[in-house]
């Protein structure tokens, strides 16, 4: 992707700044630019990074390599995606996600690389999110406790968390178990084979259970029925497990005991067991016949042998995973399956006997497992769900959208993303409350399950942002739910008796078209939501790959722009202003230029927006005051005594609170005299009536001229005009341009002017006929084509001695 310059200007490029860690690549690998971001990753300072590689976070990173496959990647590509390990100055290892894009001048020549870079390390994540967890498991604490054991680890397998039932069942404290791994309990029994397997489920992400003897502290033997939940970080990686076993101790004794007692009449002592002892085999008929069933949980469920033997020729009962259980045990397979009744959930186990190769009858056990179960699913639900709206959390939507894509990569059916973020939610948090902001964002997730279909998602990424996933739709589809979505969002919501009004943004990607990967399409998703704040708020837009280039072009604008003054690329170039009564220069001005090194002159209508929103227009425009102030005085110097300097500022700069100052210090550390500088500002400047007249008159009294630029083109109110010290009025060269149909507008500016005892300069003027039309309505200077393109130094000098000649 080739990029050139932006053709948009918002917000965009902060947002940016403040999501990734950006850098700037020349074509030999060396760091040309860094921002804030990632000096604070990596630890070091701007001027130890600029001019050093990238072996400088990674020694083990070969530039040449990495130059070599960009080079090769580009010739068949746009961006170029990676995951790289980098190590901070004080040591600390990172995990990046790099996104580098080439950089080519007009001539479309390889200058450089742009590279967006997001930690992915998320160690503060791991963090937030274990003691967002630890919370909300507290809520669940009587019933852990009662019925399971629970213990939390890291990623490496250390215990950050036990309860007091492992405590009790393991006899280790709770200090002797934090810090250390399960090898502390390992009773030998199981081979190497079994934990790797379980290592290899959970690191894949997915649910391990199983039954693990264990070795107290005192050498006693126990066995667990274990499960383990893995808990995904963004990077897609587990950042925790939460394990929840059941003691099944007696019953794995008692299974064992039942084998050596079969022969003998048991009924009396396995009917006080807790658990469902039962036995089988085939009656003459090669059906099942249990022969056995005792234990407290058959008698509190009211089963006895003969009932469960009318419920196995039931069809409804005798469900095929279940039946082929009962057979494969009396085939000789050890089974080990749940099954539901009544509300209820048991393990069973089934344990074949054989007398030589042939199994005579299967004795099983069956264990209520059903509150165990309730916390797995809470666990669950918790690993797969936000906690503060109950909607699907990030995790499960991208496992969602990532089967999806997988269905539909052959008949590539499309579908819809729409990335939803609450305008101005913040202002609510901090002048409402957070108690507000969360029952706020809670309410909004449950009218957007009303407004989507039964087939679609709606899950809360963040903070205040939302994903929704529309399964099955068009374009024209997305856009009517977007379009509903605003509309009945941006309705009241009643919180805690407090009518709350919100808005949303929402930006919308489609699949395949705008991409065929998760991230791919959220991230563009993303960007078009910014796109939409920027468009005015309360509003959607999709994705374009022109809004993709313009964010890259923007950014990479933005980048250049803080390096500008350093690299001393601007330049001021001078129009000269002339009255119309003698044809004598006697002003002129000041204008800023951008001449970059490899695409050339960059208009000021390019950058000068950029500078603004982001704040560098203030070093900007001192340097632009400065220096023409300065130059000013170079010419005054060589008999050149009548000119008016005139000097543009921006918004930012007149509300700075040392404009003023700056100003004046100005004035002084170049010599000028203040009757020779010419402030200019724009209507919109005087919206604040009271500010602006203080600020002028403060410059006023000091001898310096004020002008007033573009008029005609704002919504100044003329009675305040009256009250601010101005000198000059400049007409916009948009009537100039048009000037016979607007002659009657110029013409009362002029007349304004004059009664105002101003003088009149009318920008823009191209033509003799122009010039002549002015004149006859008595404006007193003009500027513009006609007479000169704004200029370098020496060119206006040329202009000066030809004039004086």
């Known amino acids: 992707m080739a990029l050139y310059t932006p053709s948009i200007s918002s917000h965009l490029s902060t947002l940016l700044d403040e999501k990734f860690c950006i850098s700037l690549i020349d074509v030999n690998g060396h760091l040309t630019y860094v921002n804030q971001n990632f000096c604070e990753l990596t630890g070091y300072s701007e001027d130890e990074l600029i001019g050093r590689t990238w072996k400088k976070l990674n020694k083990n990173l070969s530039v040449e390599e990495m130059l070599y496959t960009l080079t090769k990647h580009f010739l068949h590509a746009t961006v170029y995606q990676e995951s790289i390990q980098i190590y901070s100055k004080s040591g600390t290892v990172h995990w990046l996600d790099i996104n580098i894009v080439p950089i080519y001048d007009s001539a479309k020549n390889l200058t450089g690389y742009l590279s967006l870079d997001i930690d992915v390390t998320r160690s503060k994540l791991v963090s937030n999110e274990y003691d967002k967890t630890r919370t909300d498991l507290q809520n669940f604490k009587y019933a852990l406790d009662e019925s399971a054991v629970v213990v939390i680890t890291n990623p490496q397998g250390v215990i950050t968390y036990v309860n007091n039932r492992f405590c009790i069942l393991s006899e280790y404290s709770r200090k002797e178990l934090i810090g250390k791994t399960h090898r502390v309990v390992n009773s030998g029994t199981h081979p190497k084979s079994f934990f790797v397997n379980m290592w290899e489920t959970i690191q894949s992400g997915q649910v391990w259970r199983g039954v693990i003897r264990n070795k107290s502290k005192s050498g006693n033997f126990y066995w667990v029925h274990t499960t383990i939940v893995p808990f995904i970080g963004q990077d897609g990686k587990p950042f925790q497990y939460i394990s929840i076993r059941q003691d099944v101790t007696s019953q794995m004794e008692a299974e064992k005991s039942l084998e050596l007692a079969l022969k003998n009449d048991f009924t009396m002592t396995v009917k006080n067991l807790q658990n469902a002892i039962f ?12 022969t056995l069933l005792e234990g407290k949980v058959a008698e509190q469920l009211g089963i006895t042998a003969n009932t469960l033997n009318q419920l196995t020729t039931n069809k409804a009962f005798m469900s095929s995973t279940f039946k082929r259980q009962l057979l494969g045990a009396l085939l000789g397979r050890v089974g080990q399956f749940e099954i539901d009744y009544h509300s209820r959930t048991f393990l069973v186990y089934l344990s074949p006997i054989f ?8 004795v099983g056990t069956a264990s209520d497992i059903t509150d165990r179960k309730e916390v797995e699913r809470l666990v669950e639900h918790m690993a797969f769900h936000d906690h503060l709206t109950g909607l699907p959390n990030r995790r499960l939507l991208k496992q969602t959208v990532e089967d999806l894509i997988e269905t539909r990569l052959n008949n590539q059916q499309p579908f819809a993303l729409l990335y939803m973020d609450l305008d101005r939610f913040k202002n609510i948090n901090d002048s409402m409350g957070h108690f507000v902001g969360d029952q706020l964002l809670k309410a909004v997730g449950a009218r957007l399950q009303t407004l989507v279909r039964q087939n679609d998602l709606v899950g809360r990424l963040s903070g205040d942002e939302f994903l929704i996933l529309c399964s099955s739709t068009t374009k024209q589809g997305a856009q009517m739910v977007a379009q509903r979505i605003v509309n009945e969002i941006s309705k009241s919501f009643l919180i805690d ?10 930006g919308i990607s489609m699949f395949p078209d705008d991409g065929a990967q998760y991230d791919t399409l959220i991230r563009n998703a993303d960007s078009a939501m910014y796109l939409a704040k920027q468009s005015g708020k309360s509003t959607y837009q999709f994705f374009t790959e022109e809004l993709y280039k313009d964010l890259m072009e923007r950014t990479l604008i933005e980048m250049e722009l803080r390096q500008v003054l350093q690299k001393k690329e601007l330049s001021l170039h001078y129009q000269p202003q002339y009255e119309f009564n003698t044809g004598n220069m006697i002003g002129i001005e000041a204008l800023v230029r951008w001449q970059h090194p490899s695409r050339g002159v960059i208009p000021p209508g390019q950058f000068i927006p950029i500078a603004e929103e982001t704040g560098m227009i203030l070093a900007i425009g001192l340097w632009v005051l400065e220096t023409a102030c ?20 921006s918004l930012r700069q007149f509300k700075s609170s040392s404009f003023v100052a700056d100003v004046k210090n100005t004035l002084h550390k170049t010599g000028l005299q203040p009757q020779y ?16 007249q203080s600020i002028l008159q403060e410059l006023r009294d000091i001898g310096i001229k004020i002008s007033i630029d573009d008029f005609g083109t704002g919504y100044s109110s003329l009675s305040y005009l009256t009250k601010f010290p101005l000198t000059h009025l400049k007409i916009d060269q948009s009537f100039v341009r048009e000037l016979h149909s607007n002659s009657v507008i110029v013409k009362a500016i002029i007349d304004l002017a004059k ?13 003799y006929e122009q010039a002549e039309f002015l004149k006859k309505l008595e404006c007193d200077e003009a500027q513009g084509f006609l007479y000169s393109r704004p200029v370098p130094p020496n060119e206006l000098l040329q202009l000066l001695n030809n004039i004086k000649s």
């Open 279 to 290: 036995k089988y085999s085939f009656d003459e008929n090669n059906q099942i016949n249990i």
């Open 355 to 362: 007398e030589g190769e042939n199994v005579v009858e299967v």
């Open 497 to 506: 008796y407090l009518e709350v009004f919100i808005a949303p943004s929402i």
């Open 630 to 649: 300065r130059q000013a005085k170079e010419w005054q110097d060589l008999g050149y005594t009548s000119l008016l300097m005139s000097v543009n500022v």
């Open 677 to 692: 500088l010419n402030i200019e500002i724009t209507e919109s400047m005087t919206s604040d009536v009271d500010y602006c």
């Open 755 to 767: 009664n105002l005892h101003l003088r009149v300069i009318a920008e823009g003027v191209e033509t």
